[in-house]
Every structure is written in C-alpha cells, then in structure tokens.
C-alpha cells in the first residue's frame, strides 16, 4: 500500500476512469454469476465523469499507483447544503480487499464531518463487501428498494392529464416539497437536469389545481438508463410519474422502488415489472424518515 497515493481526479483522466468504472463493476457482477452491467463501449461509462464532474468539480477521488500512473480506486461525492452524498465507489479488481474503497470512504468521511453534514449513500444490498463497508464505517440501513425494469410497457395506464413536463421555473416547488418531506436540498442537481446541456435528461411533474404533487426525473444514455430522482406524496402520484417517464423512455431503464410500498409494488407488477436487484438507501448521520416515496438514482446518487 506504500505504492499508493491518494489524491484528485484531473480532467485528463476521464478515459482511464470510465475503464475503471466499467471494468470494477463488471468484474463484481460477473465474479458473483451475474452478467456485465457494461456490455457497450466502455468509454460511454465517461458519461459518469461528465455529471459528476459537471455538477461538483473536483470532488473525485482516486487512488493512484507508483510509478506506473494507473487509477486502482475512485470515489465521487456530492457536496450539498443538507448533506454529502457518496457517488459511485470503484476498485480495480488488482486490489479487491486491499483497503482501497475504506481509504477514499475515509476521505469522505473527513470531509463531512468537518462540514458537519450527514453522509448519505445507495448500496448495493447483494454486494455484501460494500454492504459491510459502509456499516463498519458507521451508516445505518434506512430504506430498501426494488430494483425493477418493465421490458414491455403496453399495460401501462392511459397518460394522466395532471402529468406535464418539469421546468426550471418549478425548480423552487421542486426543492421545498422534497426538503420540507424528506429533509434534503438537492437545487443543485435539478438545475443541471433542467439545462439538460448534454441532452440526456428528461423529467416529469404532477400537478392538480396549482398544486405540485411529485416530480421524477430520467437519464437516457447508453451506459445508464434510470428513472429517477424524485419524490411522490403518494403512491398513486408516485404510479402516475412512472407510467409517465417509462412510457417516453427510449430503453429499458431501471427504477428503484421503496420495499414497503406495497400499493405501488403491487401496482407496477401488474404492468408486468420484475426485480433485478436490491439496493439499500444508508446514512451516516442525521435522518428524516421520508414523508412520501423517494425514487433514487445511480447517475447521480
């Protein structure tokens, strides 16, 4: 580990890390009997670095190893006013076990408390390392969701008239529902959806008589097809949003849904939904129980 040196992604890099991102993950899902999540040209994965990136310069970490240059590790974070997000986490497989991720999480972890900010994450809830990363480092599971996907989409229901797309102009209704609901500020994120500079991003709200009821937004891009973020007061709202951006979607994208939403669980395997996978929604600090059903997202968590 002397051979190893901490420090800041660089713009130069992006090619390396999107090979790093794409070949930690698919080492991980194949090793565990799974197939490739990356299957396409592995620079799409650079994608990653242009959010993330886009949206916090600077605040990607990586590991280096002497002499050779090449990134063994990184690290995204998300720096906002009510907290500090942990992004994608990779190791090259070379170092499985080797620390790497608990050295960068460190950082982080730095970082937050001299903020005095809560840490806040999406794990994989199979990846029993990750799992036992993040809870040694002191995050507690808070939520569970369903990964799902809906191949065919021709059971969804008719499109709902109170759906229309988001602007920026709803940005500030957009923010206090989900600060006021879930005790998170996330202006930033939504304003970087909203300019859509890379053309990549989509979004829908409801609304009935003046009045914004959820919001959910998408990324359409060859190496991640997500719904999400976003947030329901209800799960009939949070249905309605569903049908809405999976029926406009080009691919076959993933969603998360919370576990214990049983009426909107229910409602979507009807359309013919199946479970890929489960994630579990950690914090290291201070938590608000959601008012409401959060859809989180990978790009960016």
């Not at 191949?151 to 988001?166: F, G, H, M, N, W």
């Not at 500020?185 to 709200?205: M, P, Q, T």
């Not at 919001?215 to 799960?235: H, M, R």
């Amino acid at each position: 580990m002397e051979t190893i040196t901490l420090r800041r992604l660089q713009p130069s890099e992006w090619a390396a890390e999107a090979q790093l991102i794409a070949l930690s993950t698919n080492a991980w899902y194949q090793a565990s009997g799974k197939p490739a999540i990356f299957t396409g040209n592995l620079q799409d994965c650079e994608v990653f670095c242009q959010v993330y990136e886009g949206l916090d310069p600077g605040c990607c970490i990586v590991m280096e190893e002497i002499p050779t240059g090449k990134l063994v590790g990184s690290c995204f974070y998300h720096p906002r006013p009510t907290h500090i997000s942990v992004g994608i986490v990779n190791t090259h497989p070379d170092y499985f076990g080797h620390g790497i991720a608990r050295r960068m999480l460190d950082e982080v972890i730095g970082i937050a408390e001299s903020e005095k900010k809560p840490l806040r994450l999406v794990s994989s809830a199979m990846n029993l390392d990750s799992y036992s990363l993040y809870t040694r480092a002191g995050f507690v599971p808070r939520m569970l969701f369903q990964d799902m996907l809906l191949a065919d989409t021709s059971r969804l229901p008719a499109p709902d008239p109170r759906i229309r797309p988001v602007t920026a102009a709803d940005i500030p209704t957009l923010v206090a529902l989900e600060k006021t609901k879930s005790g998170i500020d996330r202006e930033h994120d939504y304003a970087y959806f909203c300019k859509n500079a890379l053309g990549i991003w989509s979004g829908s709200v409801w609304q009935e008589s003046g009045v914004i009821g959820g919001f959910l937004f998408a990324v359409a891009y060859p190496a991640s097809n997500l719904l999400g973020p976003g947030f329901a007061k209800t799960e009939e709202i949070a249905a309605a949003l569903l049908a809405a951006e999976r029926r406009k979607h080009p691919a076959n994208p993933v969603f998360l849904v919370p576990a214990h939403c049983e009426k909107l669980i229910q409602t979507v395997y009807r359309w013919g939904a199946r479970n890929c996978e489960l994630h579990v929604a950690q914090i290291r600090g201070a938590w608000q129980e959601p008012e409401g059903v959060v859809f989180p997202t990978f790009l960016p968590e």
